[in-house]
């Protein structure tokens, strides 16, 4: 009766699954380390007095997490000594890649940049490369735990736990070092040393997680069976045995075979399809790295951009993210990508205004808003488009590779953000990364045709 009649509220029986619960925790997981090494660290940099150019480079410590496709075969078909027995292959690759994540955050509380700049960036490489394994397996453990129609609810309550984190990351952060710096017109490493220890702290959640939720049971059907068994076959034909014909149908299996798949089920297709996603955040990215340096410039306190940006702009993205589903739901996946990819890039156009007003605080409030309403309108719909084009086969590899491309060339673009910034100026900065996102317009435009096509 309450499904016939109120269908929404037995939809929302959807997230008491157990599940769907846990992916909340494990977002949490997740989106903990991203600041730690990119924005959170740029604003520690940026009070300790470490040039915007080299701030700006230090952002490539980010493309860890673009070139993840690289290592996401080992995460896929690897079984790791002992854990993956007693775990299995998904917790087991979760479980280090979190005691990882935890160790290096410690190594980065107790290293000070202006004694050892070179320590902290070899420490946050190591949280950012240890994160993007997290990433690679919890993806695919997203993938692999439910069937399709619980998807979105996981990816929903991921995001929840994500923006949670991010919260802590940035804010939590930014309060923490505030409420024990005696004096915020000098630098002290003392704050920012408590604050990531008590970061490193939290990584508790998802290794406590890990151990509590079950295996899921990879689906692997017969059309991908049957072609890794004819590639062995033929291997066996061409004269290799024993271990080389052990370790050349591995590789094929775990490396060749997730692309060899896209590319066969989507054609030319593929590289549409590619670069839409090597572009479709670029905007918001390479806007992202400068932020932090920009409020500090405009003369915001610690207090006010965690309670502005760090909090109330992540409340934003989170209602944006369930504005972005349904809006999925009732305009479909490639109009609301469409909607996503032009409020990304027309609201980068508020920060020129707000580099113009300076210290205010009311329009920091409203260009914050904005902006990260209409990052979780695109975020939504970007899972959404990336989950549909996976083939649950190839889950940790296929998703790696997408997000890899995702981030590949905004980060690289990022690391000179801190150089046109000292050549031409806040203002036409933001300007900038509003234009690059249109030819994301036009390729999304290209996508939804060739998806109308498909229909």
Same mark, same amino acid.
């Given at each position: 009766?309450?499904?016939?009649? #109120? ?7 959807? %997230? ?42 230090? /952002?490539?410590?980010?493309?860890? =997490? ?15 000594? $002992? ?32 004694? @050892?700049?070179? #320590? ?16 690679? *397996? ?25 923006? !949670?984190? !991010? ?10 070092? *505030? ?9 002290? %490493? ?22 509590? &939720? ?8 017969? &059309? ?5 068994? #004819? ?20 590789? =094929?299996?775990?490396?060749? +075979? ?18 839409? $996603? ?6 918001? $990215?390479?806007?992202?790295?400068? /932020?932090?340096?920009? =409020? ?51 609201? @980068? ?9 300076? #210290? ?8 914050? +808003?904005?902006?990260?309403? /209409?990052?979780?309108?695109?975020? +939504?719909?970007?899972?959404? =488009?990336? +989950?549909?084009?996976? @083939?649950?086969? %190839? ?32 203002? @036409? ?27």
């Amino acid at each position: 009766m309450i499904e016939k009649h #109120h269908p929404w509220l037995a939809a929302l029986r959807i %997230y008491a699954h157990p599940r769907v619960v846990g992916m909340l925790f494990l977002g949490f997981s997740a989106g903990l380390p991203l600041l730690l090494v990119l924005g959170t660290l740029s604003f520690w940099l940026s009070e300790a007095g470490i040039a915007r150019a080299t701030i700006g480079h230090l /952002s490539w410590v980010g493309l860890a =997490y673009g070139f993840k496709f690289l290592w996401s075969p080992l995460v896929d078909r690897l079984n790791l000594p $002992i854990l993956t027995a007693r775990l299995g292959r998904r917790r087991a690759w979760l479980l280090v890649s979190q005691l990882c994540i935890a160790a290096a955050l410690l190594g980065m509380a107790n290293t000070d940049p202006v004694l @050892n700049l070179t #320590h902290m960036v070899w420490f946050a490489l190591a949280v950012a490369f240890a994160s993007a394994t997290q990433d690679i *397996a919890l993806d695919a453990y997203r993938i692999e735990a439910v069937e399709i129609e619980k998807q979105g609810a996981m990816a929903a309550t991921y995001q929840a736990g994500y923006r !949670m984190a !991010m919260i802590t990351a940035g804010a939590g952060v930014l309060w923490i070092a *505030a409420s024990i710096d005696p004096s915020e017109a000098t630098y002290d %490493y003392r704050p920012w040393q408590v604050a990531y220890t008590i970061m490193a702290g939290l990584m508790l959640v998802g290794i406590v997680t890990t151990l509590i &939720i079950r295996e899921p049971e990879k689906k692997v059907s017969a &059309i991908t069976t049957e072609r890794e068994v #004819h590639a062995r076959d033929r291997f066996a034909a061409a004269g290799l045995s024993g271990g080389v014909l052990n370790a050349t149908a591995w590789v =094929y299996s775990a490396v060749l +075979s997730p692309f060899i798949d896209f590319i066969q089920r989507f054609k030319w297709q593929a590289a549409l399809i590619l670069a839409l $996603i090597a572009v479709y955040r670029i905007s918001d $990215i390479v806007m992202g790295v400068m /932020s932090n340096p920009f =409020y500090q410039e405009m003369g915001f306190t610690k207090d006010e951009v965690a309670t502005v940006s760090k909090v109330y702009g992540v409340i934003m993205t989170i209602a944006g993210a369930a504005l972005g589903g349904l809006l999925t739901m009732r305009m479909g996946v490639m109009r609301t990508l469409m909607l996503g990819a032009l409020l990304s890039a027309a609201t @980068n156009l508020l920060f020129v205004w707000l580099a113009g007003r300076g #210290h205010d605080v009311g329009a920091l409030v409203f260009t914050i +808003s904005a902006d990260n309403l /209409s990052a979780g309108i695109a975020s +939504s719909a970007f899972v959404a =488009y990336l +989950s549909g084009l996976t @083939n649950q086969a %190839y889950s940790a590899t296929q998703y790696a590779l997408f997000t890899s491309v995702m981030l590949l060339l905004p980060k690289f673009i990022a690391g000179f953000t801190g150089e046109f910034v000292d050549a031409y100026g806040w203002a @036409n900065f933001f300007t900038g990364t509003a234009l690059i996102g249109a030819p994301v317009l036009i390729l999304v435009w290209l996508a939804a045709r060739m998806h109308d096509k498909e229909k």
